[in-house]
């Protein structure tokens, strides 16, 4: 493979998954990590991505600025906040988490609503703290200095002393057979948390996740009660979903 070639892989899986693991992307492209570590420090000194202790982060996901053109697929993304606000009526308590795809649920929401909104993310409550409406209500913890959310055992309480109507979740990876996966174990405990406090989990996913797994899983696919993706909820690409116990939007 090229250098070339290799670092648009690179680019390519940071840009779907927001972050990634040196170790990962050199067993997939079947390089060293120092070449890989090599490829990520040059694509950051041309400022396609941000390098990171062992590892690498998409600009999108670290920039949170009102309106970011860096966000990887945010046309997609904005389809889904869309059919995501769709679900939510006045009154509505809600829990919306960290990442791009939540962040735009969060800049879409219409200033009418009346609605009471949990968040772990910083980028989150400050886009919500500009809709009239909206109470925001933000889970402490320790920071991630990278995507700007609370984790560890304080947000794990907090979370499990609330119970909301709707716990809008993203996630890293996605399959029918082995449900939502994260190779970051503290994430994974915040959304199973999340899950627990939900009354209905809201998965909000683009399609390039799809039919994809991690080491660490959050929960089966059937712990969620509604995927949202940007595509229509018959389209072929979601096949091996249409029989499971989940809503499709």
């Not at 390519?12 to 090599?38: G, K, Q």
């Not at 002393?161 to 979740?169: A, N």
């Not at 996740?209 to 979601?238: F, G, W």
Request: hydrophobic residues 45%; glycine residues 6%.
């Amino acid at each position: 493979m090229l250098k070339e070639e290799r670092q648009q892989a690179i680019l390519n899986e940071v840009e779907l998954h927001n972050r990634i693991l040196l170790t990962d992307v050199a067993e997939s492209l079947d390089v060293s990590i120092d070449t890989v570590r090599r490829d990520v420090k040059e694509l950051d000194a041309e400022n396609k991505l941000k390098k990171v202790h062992g590892g690498a982060i998409s600009l999108g996901f670290t920039t949170n600025s009102a309106r970011n053109t860096n966000i990887y697929a945010l046309e997609e993304k904005s389809v889904i906040a869309k059919k995501a606000i769709g679900m939510l009526r006045d009154g509505a308590v809600f829990f919306l988490d960290g990442g791009t795809t939540c962040l735009e649920m969060a800049r879409l929401l219409p200033d009418h609503l009346n609605l009471t909104c949990f968040t772990i993310s910083l980028p989150v409550a400050m886009a919500l703290s500009n809709k009239p409406n909206v109470m925001v209500i933000v889970i402490g913890g320790q920071i991630t200095k990278e995507s700007q959310i609370a984790i560890g055992a304080n947000a794990i309480h907090t979370l499990s002393e609330i119970k909301v109507d709707y716990g809008f979740i993203g996630t890293g990876y996605v399959d029918a057979v082995y449900g939502l996966t994260e190779f970051d174990w503290d994430i994974v405990q915040i959304k199973k948390a999340v899950i627990k406090a939900s009354k209905k989990t809201v998965l909000l996913s683009i399609s390039e996740k799809l039919n994809s797994q991690h080491r660490y899983k959050t929960c089966d696919i059937n712990a969620i009660n509604t995927m949202i993706t940007e595509l229509e909820p018959r389209d072929v690409l979601l096949k091996t979903f249409h029989n499971l116990d989940i809503n499709i939007l």
